[in-house]
Protein backbone atom coordinates (compact mmCIF):
# COMPACT_ATOMS: atom_id res chain seq x y z
CA UNK A 1 0.00 0.00 0.00
CA UNK A 2 1.49 3.64 -0.98
CA UNK A 3 2.35 5.04 1.75
CA UNK A 4 1.13 8.32 1.15
CA UNK A 5 -2.36 6.95 1.55
CA UNK A 6 -1.77 5.45 4.49
CA UNK A 7 -2.69 7.89 7.87
CA UNK A 8 -2.91 5.39 10.54
CA UNK A 9 0.68 5.45 11.55
CA UNK A 10 0.58 9.57 11.84
CA UNK A 11 -2.93 8.49 13.66
CA UNK A 12 -1.59 6.20 16.15
CA UNK A 13 1.45 8.57 16.72
CA UNK A 14 -0.89 11.27 17.97
CA UNK A 15 -3.75 8.86 20.40
CA UNK A 16 -0.20 7.19 21.66
CA UNK A 17 1.38 10.49 22.67
CA UNK A 18 -1.74 11.22 24.94
CA UNK A 19 -0.66 12.20 28.36
CA UNK A 20 -3.07 10.94 32.00
CA UNK A 21 -5.69 13.06 31.91
CA UNK A 22 -5.30 15.16 28.70
CA UNK A 23 -8.42 17.40 28.53
CA UNK A 24 -10.08 16.99 25.10
CA UNK A 25 -13.12 18.03 23.97
CA UNK A 26 -13.45 15.53 21.27
CA UNK A 27 -12.68 12.13 19.72
CA UNK A 28 -9.56 12.32 17.63
CA UNK A 29 -7.30 12.63 20.83
CA UNK A 30 -4.91 14.46 18.18
CA UNK A 31 -1.53 15.95 20.46
CA UNK A 32 -1.62 18.66 18.20
CA UNK A 33 -5.03 19.46 17.94
CA UNK A 34 -5.58 19.28 22.00
CA UNK A 35 -7.26 22.79 23.35
CA UNK A 36 -4.39 23.02 26.30
CA UNK A 37 -5.38 25.20 28.76
CA UNK A 38 -3.26 28.02 29.07
CA UNK A 39 -2.42 27.52 32.54
CA UNK A 40 -1.02 23.83 31.63
CA UNK A 41 0.50 25.60 28.44
CA UNK A 42 3.09 27.59 30.25
CA UNK A 43 4.56 24.39 31.90
CA UNK A 44 5.47 22.86 28.75
CA UNK A 45 6.12 25.87 26.40
CA UNK A 46 9.42 25.92 24.73
CA UNK A 47 10.92 27.02 21.92
CA UNK A 48 11.21 24.51 19.31
CA UNK A 49 14.83 24.22 18.75
CA UNK A 50 14.96 23.71 22.48
CA UNK A 51 12.50 20.70 22.08
CA UNK A 52 13.87 19.18 19.46
CA UNK A 53 17.51 19.35 21.20
CA UNK A 54 16.72 17.94 24.62
CA UNK A 55 14.87 14.51 22.77
CA UNK A 56 17.51 12.07 21.71
CA UNK A 57 17.66 11.52 17.90
CA UNK A 58 15.42 8.40 17.30
CA UNK A 59 17.07 5.28 16.43
CA UNK A 60 16.64 3.62 13.10
CA UNK A 61 15.35 -0.06 12.69
CA UNK A 62 14.66 -0.63 16.54
CA UNK A 63 11.65 -1.24 17.98
CA UNK A 64 10.28 1.00 20.96
CA UNK A 65 7.67 -0.37 23.10
CA UNK A 66 5.04 2.56 23.66
CA UNK A 67 1.30 2.13 25.56
CA UNK A 68 0.69 -1.84 25.28
CA UNK A 69 -0.39 -3.18 23.44
CA UNK A 70 1.38 -0.74 20.94
CA UNK A 71 5.27 -0.52 20.00
CA UNK A 72 6.66 1.07 16.75
CA UNK A 73 10.05 0.52 14.78
CA UNK A 74 11.48 3.68 12.45
CA UNK A 75 13.26 2.46 9.51
CA UNK A 76 14.60 6.09 7.95
CA UNK A 77 14.19 9.86 8.14
CA UNK A 78 14.23 12.51 5.74
CA UNK A 79 16.21 15.03 8.08
CA UNK A 80 16.04 16.07 11.46
CA UNK A 81 13.73 19.24 11.32
CA UNK A 82 9.93 18.99 12.82
CA UNK A 83 8.21 18.95 9.21
CA UNK A 84 11.11 15.82 7.89
CA UNK A 85 9.07 12.68 7.31
CA UNK A 86 9.93 9.44 8.42
CA UNK A 87 8.85 5.72 7.80
CA UNK A 88 7.33 4.31 10.91
CA UNK A 89 5.65 0.59 10.88
CA UNK A 90 3.52 0.61 14.03
CA UNK A 91 2.39 -2.89 15.63
CA UNK A 92 -0.35 -4.08 17.87
CA UNK A 93 0.94 -7.49 20.33
CA UNK A 94 3.57 -8.17 18.24
CA UNK A 95 1.30 -7.97 14.67
CA UNK A 96 2.25 -5.48 12.10
CA UNK A 97 -0.59 -3.04 12.42
CA UNK A 98 0.54 -0.55 9.26
CA UNK A 99 2.79 1.69 7.86
CA UNK A 100 3.30 5.04 6.51
CA UNK A 101 4.90 8.42 6.90
CA UNK A 102 4.76 10.31 10.36
CA UNK A 103 6.71 14.03 10.94
CA UNK A 104 10.02 13.70 12.86
CA UNK A 105 8.12 15.90 15.73
CA UNK A 106 5.55 13.51 15.76
CA UNK A 107 8.32 10.84 16.41
CA UNK A 108 9.85 12.56 18.18
CA UNK A 109 7.16 13.68 20.97
CA UNK A 110 5.33 9.94 21.23
CA UNK A 111 8.95 8.94 21.86
CA UNK A 112 8.63 10.87 24.87
CA UNK A 113 6.06 7.84 26.22
CA UNK A 114 7.75 5.01 24.93
CA UNK A 115 11.28 2.99 25.23
CA UNK A 116 13.50 0.78 23.49
CA UNK A 117 12.38 -2.80 23.62
CA UNK A 118 13.56 -4.79 26.13
CA UNK A 119 14.45 -8.49 25.37
CA UNK A 120 11.68 -9.79 27.69
CA UNK A 121 8.77 -7.44 26.04
CA UNK A 122 10.90 -8.68 22.43
CA UNK A 123 9.95 -12.24 23.93
CA UNK A 124 6.12 -11.69 24.13
CA UNK A 125 5.43 -10.08 21.23
CA UNK A 126 7.48 -12.97 19.12
CA UNK A 127 4.59 -15.53 21.15
CA UNK A 128 2.10 -13.33 20.19
CA UNK A 129 2.71 -12.36 16.48
CA UNK A 130 3.68 -16.17 15.77
CA UNK A 131 0.27 -17.41 18.43
CA UNK A 132 -2.56 -18.88 15.31
CA UNK A 133 -4.57 -16.50 14.14
CA UNK A 134 -8.45 -15.82 15.68
CA UNK A 135 -10.85 -17.99 13.85
CA UNK A 136 -11.73 -16.03 10.68
CA UNK A 137 -15.60 -15.29 9.64
CA UNK A 138 -16.56 -14.58 6.34
CA UNK A 139 -20.39 -14.33 6.77
CA UNK A 140 -20.91 -15.04 10.62
CA UNK A 141 -21.72 -12.17 13.22
CA UNK A 142 -18.65 -11.25 15.08
CA UNK A 143 -19.42 -9.69 19.02
CA UNK A 144 -21.55 -6.84 18.69
CA UNK A 145 -23.65 -8.39 16.66
CA UNK A 146 -21.70 -7.20 13.38
CA UNK A 147 -21.03 -8.99 10.24
CA UNK A 148 -19.46 -8.71 6.70
CA UNK A 149 -21.03 -5.85 4.48
CA UNK A 150 -22.50 -3.97 7.80
CA UNK A 151 -21.74 -0.29 7.79
CA UNK A 152 -20.30 0.55 11.69
CA UNK A 153 -18.53 3.54 12.88
CA UNK A 154 -14.91 3.18 13.83
CA UNK A 155 -12.57 4.89 16.17
CA UNK A 156 -9.75 6.80 13.43
CA UNK A 157 -9.48 10.35 13.41
CA UNK A 158 -12.37 10.86 15.52
CA UNK A 159 -15.49 8.35 15.01
CA UNK A 160 -16.81 7.70 11.37
CA UNK A 161 -18.29 5.51 9.03
CA UNK A 162 -16.98 2.31 7.48
CA UNK A 163 -17.91 -0.88 6.18
CA UNK A 164 -16.97 -4.68 7.60
CA UNK A 165 -15.30 -7.09 4.96
CA UNK A 166 -14.07 -9.17 7.32
CA UNK A 167 -14.22 -10.77 10.98
CA UNK A 168 -11.38 -11.93 12.98
CA UNK A 169 -12.78 -12.52 16.33
CA UNK A 170 -12.77 -9.89 18.07
CA UNK A 171 -11.32 -7.66 15.23
CA UNK A 172 -13.09 -6.21 12.34
CA UNK A 173 -11.34 -5.40 9.23
CA UNK A 174 -13.01 -2.42 7.82
CA UNK A 175 -12.87 -0.49 4.64
CA UNK A 176 -12.59 3.17 5.04
CA UNK A 177 -14.26 5.66 2.75
CA UNK A 178 -10.66 7.15 1.67
CA UNK A 179 -10.00 3.29 0.29
CA UNK A 180 -7.87 2.20 3.25
CA UNK A 181 -8.66 -0.52 5.19
CA UNK A 182 -7.66 -1.31 8.79
CA UNK A 183 -8.51 -3.92 11.43
CA UNK A 184 -10.77 -2.45 14.25
CA UNK A 185 -10.70 -4.28 18.05
CA UNK A 186 -14.30 -4.22 19.47
CA UNK A 187 -15.54 -2.69 21.77
CA UNK A 188 -13.12 -0.02 21.85
CA UNK A 189 -12.63 0.70 18.31
CA UNK A 190 -16.10 -0.77 16.67
CA UNK A 191 -19.46 0.91 17.18
CA UNK A 192 -23.03 0.47 16.08
CA UNK A 193 -24.51 3.66 13.73
CA UNK A 194 -26.48 5.24 16.03
CA UNK A 195 -27.27 5.64 19.41
CA UNK A 196 -25.66 2.88 21.92
CA UNK A 197 -27.99 0.63 23.16
CA UNK A 198 -28.07 -1.13 27.54
CA UNK A 199 -25.90 -4.10 25.73
CA UNK A 200 -23.34 -1.59 24.28
CA UNK A 201 -22.49 0.65 27.66
CA UNK A 202 -22.54 -3.13 29.43
CA UNK A 203 -19.49 -3.95 26.58
CA UNK A 204 -17.67 -0.63 27.94
CA UNK A 205 -18.92 1.32 25.10
CA UNK A 206 -19.79 5.33 25.75
CA UNK A 207 -20.37 8.68 23.43
CA UNK A 208 -19.29 11.94 23.88
CA UNK A 209 -20.98 13.37 26.21
CA UNK A 210 -22.71 10.76 27.42
CA UNK A 211 -23.80 11.36 31.21
CA UNK A 212 -22.07 8.51 33.42
CA UNK A 213 -20.62 7.93 36.87
CA UNK A 214 -17.49 7.33 37.53
CA UNK A 215 -15.56 5.71 40.24
CA UNK A 216 -13.20 8.33 42.02
CA UNK A 217 -11.32 7.09 45.49
CA UNK A 218 -14.12 4.20 45.86
CA UNK A 219 -16.92 6.83 45.49
CA UNK A 220 -19.36 7.00 42.51
CA UNK A 221 -19.18 10.61 40.86
CA UNK A 222 -21.40 12.36 38.28
CA UNK A 223 -19.77 13.10 35.16
CA UNK A 224 -19.62 13.64 31.19
CA UNK A 225 -17.57 11.89 28.51
CA UNK A 226 -15.15 14.24 26.74
CA UNK A 227 -13.31 11.66 24.70
CA UNK A 228 -11.63 8.33 24.32
CA UNK A 229 -8.06 6.96 23.02
CA UNK A 230 -8.00 3.00 22.90
CA UNK A 231 -9.80 1.53 26.28
CA UNK A 232 -9.64 4.73 28.03
CA UNK A 233 -11.99 7.33 28.45
CA UNK A 234 -11.43 11.33 29.56
CA UNK A 235 -14.60 12.17 31.75
CA UNK A 236 -15.01 15.61 33.13
CA UNK A 237 -16.24 15.11 36.67
CA UNK A 238 -16.81 18.63 38.93
CA UNK A 239 -15.64 19.40 41.87
CA UNK A 240 -12.03 16.79 41.01
CA UNK A 241 -8.46 17.93 40.55
CA UNK A 242 -6.46 15.70 39.23
CA UNK A 243 -3.85 17.70 39.02
CA UNK A 244 -2.62 21.16 37.35
CA UNK A 245 -6.47 22.34 38.05
CA UNK A 246 -7.79 19.92 35.82
CA UNK A 247 -11.01 18.05 36.50
CA UNK A 248 -10.71 15.63 33.60
CA UNK A 249 -10.86 11.73 35.34
CA UNK A 250 -8.89 9.65 33.01
CA UNK A 251 -9.93 6.03 33.31
CA UNK A 252 -11.19 2.52 31.45
CA UNK A 253 -14.65 1.17 31.31
CA UNK A 254 -14.34 -1.27 33.88
CA UNK A 255 -15.31 2.24 36.85
CA UNK A 256 -17.92 3.59 34.51
CA UNK A 257 -22.02 3.03 34.37
CA UNK A 258 -24.17 5.12 32.75
CA UNK A 259 -26.09 7.83 35.24
CA UNK A 260 -29.20 7.67 36.29
CA UNK A 261 -29.70 11.14 37.47
CA UNK A 262 -31.82 13.62 36.07
CA UNK A 263 -30.21 15.56 33.64
CA UNK A 264 -29.66 19.37 34.84
CA UNK A 265 -31.03 22.23 33.56
CA UNK A 266 -29.47 23.57 30.49
CA UNK A 267 -27.20 26.86 31.39
CA UNK A 268 -28.85 30.44 29.87
CA UNK A 269 -27.11 31.08 26.46
CA UNK A 270 -25.76 34.12 25.84
CA UNK A 271 -27.35 36.10 22.72
CA UNK A 272 -25.02 37.12 19.97
CA UNK A 273 -23.88 40.28 20.60
CA UNK A 274 -25.23 40.38 24.62
CA UNK A 275 -22.38 41.98 27.13
CA UNK A 276 -21.90 39.00 29.46
CA UNK A 277 -21.70 41.30 32.99
CA UNK A 278 -21.48 44.76 33.41
CA UNK A 279 -18.49 46.83 32.86
CA UNK A 280 -17.68 45.32 29.58
CA UNK A 281 -17.96 46.90 26.57
CA UNK A 282 -16.99 44.97 22.73
CA UNK A 283 -13.28 45.37 21.74
CA UNK A 284 -14.68 45.40 18.11
CA UNK A 285 -12.84 48.76 16.95
CA UNK A 286 -10.53 48.86 19.81
CA UNK A 287 -8.41 45.87 18.51
CA UNK A 288 -8.25 44.88 14.84
CA UNK A 289 -5.63 42.70 13.03
CA UNK A 290 -2.99 40.14 13.92
CA UNK A 291 -1.11 40.37 17.12
CA UNK A 292 1.52 38.55 18.02
CA UNK A 293 4.39 37.99 20.27
CA UNK A 294 7.22 41.71 20.43
CA UNK A 295 9.84 39.17 19.94
CA UNK A 296 8.62 38.07 16.49
CA UNK A 297 8.72 34.73 18.29
CA UNK A 298 5.88 32.00 18.21
CA UNK A 299 3.57 31.18 21.15
CA UNK A 300 0.57 33.30 20.57
CA UNK A 301 -1.43 34.66 17.74
CA UNK A 302 -4.17 36.65 17.99
CA UNK A 303 -6.68 38.08 15.14
CA UNK A 304 -9.15 40.69 16.39
CA UNK A 305 -12.43 41.49 13.67
CA UNK A 306 -15.19 43.37 14.97
CA UNK A 307 -15.56 42.00 18.25
CA UNK A 308 -14.65 38.71 17.65
CA UNK A 309 -10.67 37.30 18.61
CA UNK A 310 -9.61 34.16 17.16
CA UNK A 311 -6.13 32.72 19.42
CA UNK A 312 -3.93 30.53 18.35
CA UNK A 313 -1.80 28.57 21.29
CA UNK A 314 1.25 27.24 20.13
CA UNK A 315 0.70 24.13 19.36
CA UNK A 316 -2.60 23.65 19.67
CA UNK A 317 -5.35 24.37 17.43
CA UNK A 318 -8.06 28.11 16.43
CA UNK A 319 -10.46 28.98 19.25
CA UNK A 320 -12.98 31.41 18.34
CA UNK A 321 -14.21 33.82 20.97
CA UNK A 322 -16.30 37.01 21.99
CA UNK A 323 -14.07 39.74 22.84
CA UNK A 324 -14.80 42.78 25.62
CA UNK A 325 -12.53 44.84 27.26
CA UNK A 326 -13.34 46.42 30.71
CA UNK A 327 -11.13 47.19 33.83
CA UNK A 328 -7.58 47.21 32.18
CA UNK A 329 -8.06 44.29 30.46
CA UNK A 330 -9.17 42.51 27.48
CA UNK A 331 -11.24 39.00 28.36
CA UNK A 332 -12.46 36.09 26.31
CA UNK A 333 -15.73 34.78 26.17
CA UNK A 334 -17.23 31.32 24.31
CA UNK A 335 -19.95 32.27 21.91
CA UNK A 336 -23.16 31.71 23.73
CA UNK A 337 -21.10 31.13 27.22
CA UNK A 338 -21.38 33.93 30.45
CA UNK A 339 -18.60 32.19 31.79
CA UNK A 340 -15.02 33.74 30.93
CA UNK A 341 -12.34 32.05 29.15
CA UNK A 342 -9.76 30.30 31.86
CA UNK A 343 -6.98 33.66 31.07
CA UNK A 344 -7.03 36.95 30.33
CA UNK A 345 -4.94 39.98 28.79
CA UNK A 346 -4.12 42.69 30.94
CA UNK A 347 -3.74 46.34 28.98
CA UNK A 348 -0.25 47.98 28.75
CA UNK A 349 0.45 51.35 28.59
CA UNK A 350 2.65 51.53 25.61
CA UNK A 351 -0.54 49.37 23.68
CA UNK A 352 0.86 46.39 23.84
CA UNK A 353 -1.36 43.13 25.86
CA UNK A 354 0.53 41.17 28.17
CA UNK A 355 -0.25 37.40 27.94
CA UNK A 356 0.74 34.52 29.66
CA UNK A 357 3.58 34.25 27.30
CA UNK A 358 4.33 37.68 27.69
CA UNK A 359 3.59 41.26 25.55
CA UNK A 360 2.21 41.11 22.14
CA UNK A 361 1.42 43.71 19.28
CA UNK A 362 -0.28 44.26 16.24
CA UNK A 363 1.73 42.83 13.60
CA UNK A 364 -0.44 42.97 10.72
CA UNK A 365 -4.25 43.89 9.39
Not at 5 to 13: D, K, S, V
Not at 114 to 133: G, K, Y
Amino acid sequence: MPSSANPTPARFLKEAALPPHSNIDGWDGGLLRMQISYKKLLLFVVPMAGLLAQTPAPQMNVVYQCRPPFSIKLFSCTGANPNDQCDVQSFNTGRPFQRGKSTYLQVTTLLKTCHVQTPSEAQAESRNATAPAPPFSQNGAGPGGFKVGDTVRVLIDGWQEAKVIAVHGRSYVVHLPNGIEVSKLWPYEIHRVGKLTAEDHAAGQYDLHDRVQVLVNSRWMEGEIRGQHDNMYDIKVPGVDTGFGSDIVNTTSDNIRMSTTPAPAPSPRRADGQVPKAGLVSCAGKYEGRWEHVSGMGGMRVVFRSGKATITEALGGEMPFDCFTGGGKVVFYKAGSFQPFDYDFDINNDGTLQTPLGAIKKMGN
